[in-house]
């Protein structure tokens, strides 16, 4: 028997972010031919302590695009008090910084219309986490290797550059067309903020890319063995 996924994300109001977050997990289902259930830190539930009932090991994926408070503090603080021994709930790291997340940030660029030659700005939700915020930039660095380019990095709440006045400085500088590529799981508000910023295309959040659930199934494998090898 192979460990079951736990994917725990933020949670958010939005029904529309919840189905995405419920099709990862089908999707991983699938591939993964293992349970698979889903959790949330924050605002919905199941919480991580309802979705850890009844289980006596687990490999536990953050679905966050960076590694800010609720993925380094405050979910492990609710797998403890839930009591699960910690070698055998095995917390992977964050699903992004990845390649393969960026692999699928074009892909939804792509799809809502970016063209050679546009400004490139990687929009991210935003954290006080200065650690979270070096990741959505090594996010963005992977971004410019992909694409060649320089590319800059604008968040839509709590970090600075903000997205709204940061493409308001680049139309200003002259530049002509602006491509956002969105570094958001799901939509809800933060992706609303980019689409209001002023720029010509803005990318759709990475969703259920098939690029998305490569990076939750290879975090989940990596995360077995270190559940085997407690075991």
Excluded at 11 to 20: E, Q
Excluded at 100 to 115: N, P, T
Excluded at 223 to 229: D, I, L, N
């Amino acid at each position: 028997m192979t460990p079951p996924l736990l994917l725990v994300a933020h949670g958010s109001r939005s029904d529309a972010a919840d189905a995405v977050v419920q099709e990862i997990a089908a999707a991983a289902r699938a591939r993964l031919r293992a349970e698979v259930r889903v959790a949330y830190v924050d605002v919905r539930r199941p919480s991580v302590l309802d979705a850890v009932e009844g289980l006596a090991e687990a490999v536990v994926l953050p679905a966050f695009l960076a590694s800010g408070y609720h993925v380094r503090t405050d979910l492990p603080a609710q797998l403890a008090m839930a009591g699960v021994d910690p070698a055998r709930f095995v917390l992977t790291p964050a699903l992004g910084p990845d390649p393969l997340l960026v692999r699928a940030a074009l892909a939804r660029s792509a799809e809502a219309g970016h063209r050679i030659g546009d400004t490139v700005v990687l929009a991210a939700a935003g954290s006080s986490d200065p650690a979270a915020l070096d990741e959505v930039r090594t996010a963005g660095r992977m971004l410019s290797e992909a694409l060649g380019r320089p590319v800059r990095v604008g968040f839509a709440a709590t970090a600075t550059p903000r997205i709204e006045p940061l493409v308001e400085s680049l139309r200003a500088s002259g530049v002509r067309r602006v491509s956002v590529v969105s570094w958001l799981l799901a939509p809800g508000v933060f992706h609303h903020r980019l689409l209001a910023a002023g720029a010509d295309v803005v990318g759709a959040p990475l969703g259920a890319h098939p690029a998305v659930v490569d990076a939750v199934v290879a975090r989940y494998r990596a995360g077995v063995g270190a559940v085997r090898t407690a075991a």
